[in-house]
């Protein structure tokens, strides 16, 4: 840690493609005190990560593609190192997040990654969202990401990949906090964010219960 400079908050929101994650990573980037660094998977993706190896952090649950599958948690680890290195010198982080663990094996992946932030202020919420509302959504479309998201048709009204993005992304569904985005707008689910973040902290924490898992499938 920077000697004298407390951590900076960090805020992880995890949840289904089109949950709503981004909005609300912007309704905090926009209302809450202090600078708040945007590090999730959207940005990851569409300026870190090369072209071949994309989707990366975002490949779906199914085990699709063996041979990016192994980097994904290489690709992670990255990530949040890098919201730790921001958070000691005394940044805010918020970062969106789909985290799953049904790759062709199972790689452990957001214990891992709980484990890296130990001893950092990490508010872990689940952002969950009813497949009616992620269809609706999807079918909608959004400008600038035409054909970028899987749609219904009248054989298939959710595509098996949605349901098992539903199914998979929150698994153990471990938060400190649940929102869901059906129900309330960005800035309803950032002020109830916000609020938890001036209550005191619950020990343990998601991510310290998270860590704890990292141990036991990782013997030293
Ligand atoms: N709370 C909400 N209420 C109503 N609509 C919302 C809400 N949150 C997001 N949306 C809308 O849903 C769509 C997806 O939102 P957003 O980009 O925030 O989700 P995301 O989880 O970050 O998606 P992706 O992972 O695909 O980038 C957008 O059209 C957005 O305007």
Not at 30 to 55: I, K, S
Request: proline content about 9%.
């Amino acid at each position: 840690m920077k000697s004298g400079c407390n951590p900076g908050r960090i805020v992880i929101l995890n949840g289904a493609p089109r949950s709503g994650k981004s909005s609300i990573a912007e309704a905090i980037q926009e209302t809450f005190d202090g600078p708040w660094m945007n590090l999730g998977v959207d940005a990851y993706m569409e300026r870190v990560m090369p072209r071949r190896c994309l989707p990366g952090i975002g490949l779906r649950p199914g085990g699709e593609l063996p041979e990016i599958e192994a980097l994904v948690p290489l690709f992670y680890a990255a990530l949040y190192e890098s919201v730790a290195a921001h958070s000691r010198l005394g940044l805010n982080v918020v970062a969106d997040v789909g985290h799953h663990d049904a790759y062709g094996e199972p790689r452990h992946i957001l214990p891992d990654c709980a484990r890296r932030l130990l001893g950092l202020p990490v508010l872990f919420v689940g952002v969950r969202c009813p497949v009616e509302t992620i269809m609706e959504r999807r079918n909608r479309g959004q400008p600038g990401r035409e054909g970028g998201y899987l749609t219904g048709s009248e054989a298939e009204p959710v595509p098996r990949q949605v349901l098992a993005w539903q199914r998979e992304v929150h698994r153990p569904g471990i938060y400190d906090l649940a929102v869901d985005t059906s129900m309330m707008t960005p800035d309803e689910c950032a002020a109830l964010i916000r609020k938890r973040l001036e209550a005191e902290p619950m020990a343990p924490t998601a991510f310290q219960r998270l860590a704890r898992m990292a141990s036991i499938s990782q013997p030293d």
